[in-house]
């Protein structure tokens, strides 16, 4: 009895399946690590045209303070009131070289909210503060509305 050679077909397609799965979990990975490695809270920055690089704000040892749209304030990750903003800092400031603080605040917060922290910083004695700000996208200038033909609701009375 003679045996025959079985020959076997070579399969030479690739199967992407398992790699596609592997893909995909390293994707959701990636989109649920990432918002953890932002530093302090999370707030809507002001857009500038021009900003300023500030790559110090970036590294571990970094005074941040944040200012969210309610007025609620962040040193680092504690939430803290503005009254004890000053002593915070000073203590915090003791031991460094670097008295350098930087302040996240909302786009849309108020004024008074910023400036507040902007004086209890200065009254810690700290003179180098860094403002941080997000590169405004190209065409998202947002441009005045053109006058409409006609008179004018704003304008004052008797006018030229």
């Known amino acids: ?26 994707l959701i990975i990636f989109m649920v690590i990432t918002p953890m490695l932002q530093k302090g809270v999370s707030v809507d920055l002001a857009k500038t045209n021009n900003p300023v690089q500030m790559p110090d704000a970036d590294k571990e040892d970094a005074l941040l303070i944040a200012v969210q749209r309610d007025g609620s304030l962040f040193f680092g990750s504690d939430k803290i009131a503005p009254d004890s903003l000053t002593n915070r800092i000073k203590d915090r400031l003791a031991n460094r070289t670097d008295k350098r603080v930087y302040v996240r605040a909302d ?54």
């Open 1 to 26: 009895m003679a045996m025959g050679k079985r020959v076997m077909a070579v399969n030479s397609t690739i199967n992407v399946t398992p790699m596609v799965d592997v893909m995909l979990v390293l």
């Open 107 to 160: 786009a849309r917060a108020k004024y008074g909210y910023v400036v507040e922290v902007v004086d209890n910083v200065r009254a810690a004695g700290v003179d180098d503060l860094g403002l941080l700000t997000e590169q405004r996208k190209a065409g998202s200038f947002a441009t005045t509305p053109a006058p409409t033909k006609g008179k004018d609701k704003n304008a004052p009375a008797g006018g030229n």
